[in-house]
């Protein structure tokens, strides 16, 4: 059966490195939609088209059309056998439309982990944040994940950049706005009994371990 994980914390808590730990693990796609709407920009298709003028407008991206990209996404013949979520769903209504999608595939969401992280220690992480700019989802944080040779990703040599939002203040915001919008959520994968919390002050290594014993005491249930 396919396997299709939601990681959710705040913005600093490590999801986008756990999501690539686990993505090379078991072998599905990490899926996150700032990255799939970035790969839009130079598509030429009706979707692609309606994302590039939102984004040149500067707006948020409306649920269903965030939907439409990840159903595109999913039907990927690598997604096959599930996804690792990272930064998807982001309230109750996105998180309704993805089981409605899932049931189509005759699937549904395997595992909600929380990476729970205190609100000074996460800020201090994003402000220290450096990601690929050939890839985003290769990321990287000067004090705790640094890349081996400095301002270069590890994977593919490509420069690395600091995104505009990772400064303290910005990051503050986005911490708020994410428990403002994700509460609903938390409440709604914990009334499954799929959310689990995981101590993301923990070493990478240690997160990745707790993560992986979710997921095979899972397949065992």
């Known amino acids: 059966m396919a396997t299709y ?5 705040m913005q600093g808590a490590g999801k986008g490195t756990q999501a690539a730990v686990l993505s090379k693990r078991l072998g599905v796609p990490h899926v996150t939609t700032g990255g799939l709407f970035r790969a839009m920009e130079g598509q ?3 979707l692609a088209r309606q994302i590039q003028a939102i ?4 707006d948020l991206v409306p649920d269903d ?7 595109q996404r ?3 013949p690598d997604a096959a056998n599930g996804a690792i979520f990272d930064g998807f769903p982001r309230t109750l209504p996105q ?7 899932l049931a189509e595939l005759g699937a549904e969401v395997s595992l909600a982990p929380l990476l729970t992280l205190d609100r000074e220690e996460a800020i201090a992480r994003i402000s220290a944040r450096w990601e690929c700019t050939l890839d985003p989802t290769h990321v990287y944080n000067m004090r705790t994940n640094p890349p081996k040779v400095p301002g270069i990703c590890d994977i593919d040599g490509a420069p690395l950049r600091q995104r505009p939002d990772d400064t303290p203040e910005a990051a503050a915001k986005r911490i708020d706005t994410f428990f403002e919008k994700t509460a609903p959520l938390l409440d709604y994968y914990r009334a499954r009994g799929i959310l689990h919390e995981v101590d993301a002050a923990q070493s990478i290594e240690a997160v990745s371990a707790a993560l992986l014993q979710l997921i095979e005491a ?4």
């Not at 994980?5 to 914390?9: M, N, R, V």
């Not at 984004?55 to 500067?58: A, D």
């Not at 059309?65 to 159903?71: C, D, N, P, S």
């Open 65 to 71: 059309i965030t939907v439409a990209v990840v159903r």
């Open 44 to 46: 030429d298709s009706d």
């Open 218 to 221: 899972k397949g065992r249930a």
């Open 74 to 76: 999913l039907a990927a």
């Open 95 to 101: 998180a309704q439309a993805l089981d409605a999608l």
């Open 5 to 9: 994980i939601i990681l959710l914390g």
């Open 55 to 58: 984004m040149k407008r500067g």
